[in-house]
C-alpha cells in the first residue's frame, strides 16, 4: 500500500498568511494526487486534482505543485473561509489511501 | 446539479448487518463510478470501496474486504454497499462520492454521509 504522509499536522496562521502543505507519498504516484477541503460537520471538497489542477469554482489562492513523492498544496493569502482540515489523497494504486490530515487553524 | 443522498446508516449490534443507499441525480450515473469513502468519529478519511460504471469490477480495502460488498442499480441511480459482520472498527460517517473517471480517480462531489453506529 502506498502510504501518505502530510506535514504538518496542524498549523496556526493569521488571515493573509501563506501558508504550505506537503505531502509525501512512499513511492512514486506521478501525478494522480488530489486535495481536499473538509469544513467541521461537512462533506470534502475537492479543490486539485492531478496534483495542480485547480477545480472550477475554487479560488486562486490555492494552488498545487510536486510529482512523484512529495507535493504541496499554497494558500496565497489565507481567507477566513479557509480556515479547515486538508487531505491530500493518491489515485495511482488501489487500496486508494488517503493523507493524515492537516488542520489550519486561526491564531 | 449533481446531488448524492446516502441512506440506511444506524446503530446496529457487533456482528450485525446494514446496507447503506446513496441516490444519485443530476448527471448520468450509469456511466459514472463510484466509491464509498468512511470517516470515524475525530479521525481522517479511509477509502473503503469502489465500482466501476457496469458493477462488473469491484475494489475494496482489506479492513473490509469479505465483509462489505459494493454494488449498484443503474436502472434506479443508486449505490449501495452492503456491510455484514459489523465490528466497533466500523463506527464512521460513510460518504459516497461520484469519481471522476476509471475507478481510480479523484472523488467529486461527495454526498453528506450516513452514520453507522456499531454498538452493543
Known amino acids: 500500500d502506498i502510504q501518505m504522509t502530510q506535514s504538518p499536522s496542524s498549523v496556526s496562521a493569521s488571515v493573509g498568511d501563506r501558508v504550505t502543505i506537503t505531502c509525501r507519498a512512499s513511492q512514486g504516484i506521478s501525478s494522480w494526487l488530489a486535495w481536499y477541503q473538509q469544513k467541521p460537520g461537512k462533506a470534502p471538497k475537492l479543490l486539485i486534482s492531478?496534483?495542480?489542477s485547480l477545480q472550477s469554482g475554487v479560488p486562486s489562492r490555492f494552488s498545487g505543485s510536486g510529482s512523484g513523492t512529495d507535493f504541496t498544496l499554497t494558500i496565497s493569502s489565507l481567507q477566513p473561509e479557509d480556515f479547515a482540515t486538508y487531505y491530500c489523497?493518491?489515485?495511482?494504486?488501489?487500496?486508494?489511501?488517503f493523507g493524515q490530515g492537516t488542520r489550519l487553524e486561526i491564531k | 446539479e449533481v446531488h448524492l443522498l446516502e441512506s440506511g446508516g444506524d446503530l446496529v449490534q457487533p456482528g450485525g448487518s446494514l446496507r447503506l443507499s446513496c441516490a444519485a441525480s443530476?448527471?448520468?450515473?450509469?456511466?459514472?463510478?463510484m466509491t464509498w469513502v468512511r470517516q470515524a468519529p475525530g479521525k481522517g478519511l479511509e477509502w473503503v470501496s469502489s465500482?466501476?460504471?457496469?458493477?462488473?469490477?469491484?475494489y475494496y480495502a482489506d479492513s473490509v474486504k469479505g465483509r462489505f460488498t459494493i454494488s449498484r442499480d443503474n436502472s434506479k441511480n443508486t449505490l449501495y454497499l452492503q456491510m455484514n459482520s459489523l465490528r466497533a472498527e466500523d463506527t464512521a460517517v460513510y460518504y459516497c462520492?461520484?469519481?471522476?473517471?476509471?475507478?481510480?480517480?479523484?472523488?467529486?462531489?461527495w454526498g453528506q454521509g450516513s452514520l453507522v453506529t456499531v454498538s452493543s
Open positions: 462520492a461520484k469519481i471522476n473517471t476509471q475507478p481510480r480517480d479523484w472523488f467529486d462531489p
Open positions: 443530476g448527471f448520468t450515473f450509469s456511466i459514472c463510478a
Open positions: 489523497q493518491q489515485a495511482n494504486s488501489f487500496p486508494i489511501t
Open positions: 492531478t496534483a495542480s
Open positions: 465500482i466501476d460504471t457496469t458493477g462488473g469490477g469491484t
